[in-house]
C-alpha cells in the first residue's frame, strides 16, 4: 500500500531559486527575487562549468546534513556546511538519466577535493538565501503552510499516489509508482513538497527518498479525496435524506416503512435510500428474511472524521 508524507522545504525553495538559465530565467517572481542582488543570477549560471542546469547537489548535500525538511535558513546553511566536503555518498539519482547523475557525482567530488570550489559554493548558497529571505518571510513560508495543512490529510488516509502523480502534464508514466513501491520496500520515503517559487512538478529519487515538487497553487484545488467527501457530503445536505437517517437512528425500518412515515411514494424513498447508501451513511440490517435498513455507525463515523481532517489537518 503507498505510503506518503507532506513537508515543507526552505532547500526545495533555494533549488528554484538556483534554477536561473533560460528559459526559467524569465520567470517573473524570480526577476525579482534578484532584482536587489545585482550580478547574483550571472555567478550562479556560470558557477559550474558542466551540462547540469540544476543544483541538484544542494538537495542531496540538505539530506544527508538532516536539514531537507527545515524552514529556517540559518540551520540550513550550517548544515550544509558542516557536509560540503563529504564527497560522493550512496545516493543512485533514481530519477536521473545517467550522464546527469554523473555530473552531480562529479560535482560532488568537486566539492570534496576542491576546498576553494565548496567555500565558493557555501557563499553563493549563503547569497541565494540572503536574496530569498525577504520573500520568504513575507509571502512563501505563508504559501507553503498553507498547502502543507491542505494536502496532509489528504495523504494520511490515501492508499494511492499524489493526485500530482496522474497528470498527463508531468509525463511521468509508472516512474513514480515504480520508483515509490521500491524505496517504500526497502524502508524510505515518499514525500510531497509543496513550493512557492516552483514553476512545474519535479521528481527527484536518491534511492531511500523520492521528492515529488509542486507548485504551492497545486495543491489547493480539491483532490480526488477531497471530491470523494463532498459526493458523501452532499448526500446529507438534503432535508429528506436526512430525515431518513433520522428516522433509522430511532430504529431500522423497510423502504415502505420509511415511505409511510415520511408520507412520501415509496420509489421517492427508494431513490434516497440509494444515495445515502452509496455514501456509506446506511446499510441493509442483518436480521434474515427482513429487508430492513440502519443506519451505518462505522461509515458516519468514518465521513465525520474525514470533515474533521479537512477542517482541522488531523484526526483524532
Known amino acids: 500500500m503507498p505510503s506518503w508524507t507532506v513537508r515543507p522545504s526552505l532547500v526545495v525553495e533555494w533549488f528554484w531559486a538556483l534554477l536561473v538559465r533560460p528559459p526559467e530565467d524569465d520567470f517573473p517572481a524570480r526577476r525579482a527575487l534578484y532584482a536587489g542582488a545585482p550580478g547574483l543570477v550571472e555567478r550562479i549560471q ?12 544542494l538537495v542531496v548535500l540538505a539530506k544527508r546534513a538532516g536539514c531537507l525538511w527545515g524552514v529556517e535558513p540559518q540551520p540550513i546553511l550550517d548544515g550544509l556546511r558542516s557536509v560540503v566536503a563529504t564527497g560522493v555518498g550512496s545516493e543512485t539519482f533514481d530519477s536521473e538519466e545517467p550522464p546527469i547523475a554523473e555530473i552531480m557525482r562529479q560535482r560532488l567530488r568537486r566539492l570534496q577535493q576542491d576546498p576553494e570550489t565548496a567555500i565558493a559554493w557555501l557563499t553563493l548558497m549563503e547569497e541565494v538565501a540572503t536574496a530569498f529571505a525577504s520573500q520568504w518571510e513575507a509571502e512563501g ?5 498553507l498547502a502543507v495543512r491542505a494536502q496532509s490529510p489528504v495523504a494520511a488516509r490515501s492508499n494511492g499516489w499524489p493526485d500530482l502523480v496522474r497528470d498527463p502534464a508531468c509525463n511521468w508514466g509508472t516512474l513514480v509508482p515504480d520508483l515509490g513501491q521500491r524505496t517504500l520496500a526497502a524502508g524510505g520515503e515518499v514525500v510531497l513538497i509543496p513550493s512557492w517559487l516552483a514553476r512545474k512538478s519535479f521528481l527527484l529519487s536518491f534511492g531511500d527518498l523520492v521528492l515529488i515538487g509542486c507548485g504551492t497553487g497545486e495543491v489547493s484545488l480539491p483532490s480526488d479525496a477531497t471530491r470523494a467527501a463532498a459526493r458523501r457530503l452532499k ?8 430525515a431518513v437517517v433520522e428516522q433509522l437512528a430511532v430504529r431500522p425500518r423497510a423502504v415502505g416503512e420509511l415511505a409511510r412515515d415520511l408520507q412520501m411514494a415509496q420509489p421517492t424513498i427508494s431513490n434516497h435510500v440509494r444515495l445515502l447508501r452509496e455514501a456509506g451513511v446506511i446499510r441493509d440490517g442483518v436480521r434474515p428474511h427482513q429487508r430492513q435498513l440502519q443506519v451505518d455507525a462505522d461509515g458516519v463515523s468514518e465521513l465525520l472524521e474525514e470533515l474533521r481532517t479537512l477542517i482541522f489537518g488531523v484526526a483524532t
Open 46 to 57: 556560470s558557477f559550474w562549468d558542466d551540462d547540469g542546469r540544476e543544483f541538484i547537489e
Open 141 to 145: 513560508r505563508v504559501a507553503v503552510e
Open 235 to 242: 448526500a446529507l445536505a438534503d432535508p429528506t435524506r436526512l
